[in-house]
């Protein structure tokens, strides 16, 4: 037995003699102090989205997506992992909503699946495609949960990956048409509306030379930028189609993957440096999107392999949003520099400390310096953080999951986002990814990010320390 394996037996047995798991419903009742509270209208929510939870993949008329078609293939996914019943929310969203309620969760936000809607990406709508997400409005509705709304959570319609997916821009028009359609069937249920979930994990990592996600495609640069630039127009278009065709008022905006920065330490040349890199980092997507233009320094560093648009496609890309989803797990440390572009990304050393994925390095301070910085660059008027939470390796021990490592996490990112509104930062709400264990795309069920544990044998949900935290956290709406 190793070291580490040591520590982990010793752990387990003194939760064992320790915990009294009984008093845990009683803490939540325990007082936030009035020095870290929240603004009293403070959105309080959890996220999900389609294929990660539904399962269901063959009911209803359903097509395919291009995450069925990729889960399939040997080896893509860790042990081979697929998301054909997932969470079976599709059947037991009743039960799952009721979780939220447990909670206090006051806003739900989830995905629909575009190939339920239309099963091919365009042409004649499936007659069923809106029936489940119109059951599960109506019980968030009694539940007194508000929906928030994602049209495209990486689940392409398959038929529209055969003709090119994201790198043919009429995949962008397609988009726009059936955000247009779900908007006028739904506005009057549904008033907060996400076009497109991280633009950059399904471009890059879907089309990218390093792809690892579906539709696992490695593009050249030239076209890598133009199908992120068909990306963004998608998103604007789709924009427009909401509007166009809601018949209620809605509210618009997206969730991005924004990069993040922060000041290495915090002086006035290093934060200035981190202002810088913000803006710099994001030039892709967030910073076409916020200022209808792509960078000089952008366009120049690629050079023939820029993207092509029109004046016109700027235009929509930048169409006016009412919020600004942000995901944020973690950020870079900047400093100043003496160079170009006025800073540098601090390398991480080896014993950088990250949660259960390689790819997560703790960085609570994410959580006040990119809505920070996103006010200072782009003058944002309203930031939702539309995913935040962590993977950890937790184990079922007696019935409980005692995950103090996400407890820990969540403590600390949400410390942050407290000191972030209390200087009047536009922090309107925080969506914590996850509400359940799910399907983690090509981590497949190796990687556990909910607040519910989920025996994917049984189906059953088991909540953990961490949703009491969080269910102690809104009730307070504070931090103890
Ligand atoms: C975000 C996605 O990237 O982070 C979620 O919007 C995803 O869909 C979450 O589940 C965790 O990422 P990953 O790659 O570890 O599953």
């Given at each position: 037995?190793?070291?580490?394996?040591?520590?982990?037996?010793?752990?387990?047995?003194?939760?064992?003699?320790?915990?009294?798991?009984?008093?845990?419903?009683?803490?939540?009742?325990?007082?936030?102090?009035?020095?870290?509270?929240?603004?009293?209208?403070?959105?309080?929510?959890?996220?999900?989205?389609?294929?990660?939870?539904?399962?269901?993949?063959?009911?209803?008329?359903?097509?395919?997506?291009?995450?069925?078609?990729?889960?399939?293939?040997?080896?893509?996914?860790?042990?081979?992992?697929?998301?054909?019943?997932?969470?079976?929310?599709?059947?037991?969203?009743?039960?799952?909503?009721?979780?939220?309620?447990?909670?206090?969760?006051?806003?739900?936000?989830?995905?629909?699946?575009?190939?339920?809607?239309?099963?091919?990406?365009?042409?004649?709508?499936?007659?069923?495609?809106?029936?489940?997400?119109?059951?599960?409005?109506?019980?968030?509705?009694?539940?007194?949960?508000?929906?928030?709304?994602?049209?495209?959570?990486?689940?392409?319609?398959?038929?529209?990956?055969?003709?090119?997916?994201?790198?043919?821009?009429?995949?962008?028009?397609?988009?726009?048409?059936?955000?247009?359609?779900?908007?006028?069937?739904?506005?009057?249920?549904?008033?907060?509306?996400?076009?497109?979930?991280?633009?950059?994990?399904?471009?890059?990592?879907?089309?990218?030379?390093?792809?690892?996600?579906?539709?696992?495609?490695?593009?050249?640069?030239?076209?890598?930028?133009?199908?992120?630039?068909?990306?963004?127009?998608?998103?604007?278009?789709?924009?427009?189609?909401?509007?166009?065709?809601?018949?209620?008022?809605?509210?618009?905006?997206?969730?991005?993957?924004?990069?993040?920065?922060?000041?290495?330490?915090?002086?006035?040349?290093?934060?200035?440096?981190?202002?810088?890199?913000?803006?710099?980092?994001?030039?892709?997507?967030?910073?076409?999107?916020?200022?209808?233009r792509y960078s000089d320094a952008y366009l120049a560093a690629l050079g023939a392999d820029a993207p092509r648009f029109t004046a016109e496609e700027l235009k929509t890309i930048s169409s006016p949003i009412d919020f600004f989803g942000a995901n944020v797990y973690t950020t870079t440390s900047v400093m100043a520099a003496d160079n170009e572009a006025g800073y540098l990304e601090v390398p991480r050393p080896a014993s950088y400390p990250r949660m259960?994925?390689?790819?997560?390095?703790?960085?609570?301070?994410?959580?006040?310096?990119?809505?920070?910085?996103?006010?200072?660059?782009?003058?944002?008027?309203?930031?939702?953080?539309?995913?935040?939470?962590?993977?950890?390796?937790?184990?079922?021990?007696?019935?409980?999951?005692?995950?103090?490592?996400?407890?820990?996490?969540?403590?600390?990112?949400?410390?942050?986002?407290?000191?972030?509104?209390?200087?009047?930062?536009?922090?309107?709400?925080?969506?914590?990814?996850?509400?359940?264990?799910?399907?983690?795309?090509?981590?497949?069920?190796?990687?556990?990010?909910?607040?519910?544990?989920?025996?994917?044998?049984?189906?059953?949900?088991?909540?953990?320390?961490?949703?009491?935290?969080?269910?102690?956290?809104?009730?307070?709406?504070?931090?103890?």
């Amino acid at each position: 037995m190793n070291r580490r394996n040591f520590l982990r037996t010793s752990g387990a047995l003194a939760v064992a003699a320790t915990a009294t798991p009984s008093s845990l419903a009683a803490s939540t009742k325990s007082v936030a102090s009035a020095g870290r509270s929240f603004p009293r209208d403070f959105i309080w929510g959890s996220a999900t989205a389609a294929y990660q939870v539904e399962g269901a993949v063959h009911e209803d008329g359903r097509g395919l997506s291009i995450w069925d078609t990729f889960s399939h293939l040997p080896g893509r996914v860790a042990n081979n992992d697929t998301g054909d019943v997932a969470d079976d929310h599709y059947h037991r969203y009743k039960e799952d909503v009721a979780l939220m309620k447990r909670i206090g969760i006051k806003a739900y936000r989830f995905s629909i699946a575009w190939p339920r809607v239309f099963p091919v990406g365009t042409g004649a709508p499936n007659p069923k495609g809106l029936d489940f997400y119109e059951r599960l409005l109506d019980e968030l509705q009694t539940a007194g949960i508000e929906p928030y709304c994602t049209l495209f959570h990486w689940d392409l319609p398959q038929a529209l990956q055969d003709k090119g997916g994201w790198t043919n821009r009429t995949t962008a028009n397609a988009f726009a048409d059936y955000s247009g359609f779900v908007a006028a069937r739904l506005s009057d249920r549904i008033h907060n509306w996400m076009t497109v979930n991280e633009i950059g994990s399904y471009i890059d990592s879907g089309y990218g030379p390093t792809s690892n996600k579906a539709p696992n495609m490695k593009l050249g640069r030239a076209e890598l930028m133009q199908t992120r630039h068909y990306a963004v127009l998608a998103h604007g278009l789709a924009v427009q189609s909401i509007r166009a065709a809601a018949k209620h008022p809605v509210r618009i905006g997206l969730a991005h993957d924004l990069k993040g920065a922060m000041p290495a330490i915090e002086t006035h040349e290093h934060i200035v440096a981190a202002e810088k890199a913000m803006r710099a980092m994001n030039a892709p997507y967030a910073a076409v999107i916020l200022e209808g233009r792509y960078s000089d320094a952008y366009l120049a560093a690629l050079g023939a392999d820029a993207p092509r648009f029109t004046a016109e496609e700027l235009k929509t890309i930048s169409s006016p949003i009412d919020f600004f989803g942000a995901n944020v797990y973690t950020t870079t440390s900047v400093m100043a520099a003496d160079n170009e572009a006025g800073y540098l990304e601090v390398p991480r050393p080896a014993s950088y400390p990250r949660m259960n994925s390689p790819w997560l390095y703790v960085a609570p301070e994410a959580l006040y310096w990119t809505p920070r910085l996103m006010a200072k660059v782009w003058n944002v008027k309203e930031i939702l953080i539309t995913e935040n939470g962590c993977s950890c390796n937790d184990t079922l021990h007696e019935g409980k999951v005692l995950d103090t490592d996400r407890v820990m996490f969540l403590r600390q990112y949400l410390t942050q986002l407290q000191r972030c509104v209390s200087e009047n930062v536009p922090v309107k709400g925080y969506f914590l990814w996850s509400l359940l264990d799910n399907y983690e795309w090509t981590d497949g069920y190796s990687k556990r990010f909910g607040i519910h544990y989920v025996d994917f044998e049984t189906q059953k949900r088991t909540p953990k320390l961490s949703a009491d935290f969080y269910r102690m956290v809104i009730a307070q709406n504070g931090l103890a």
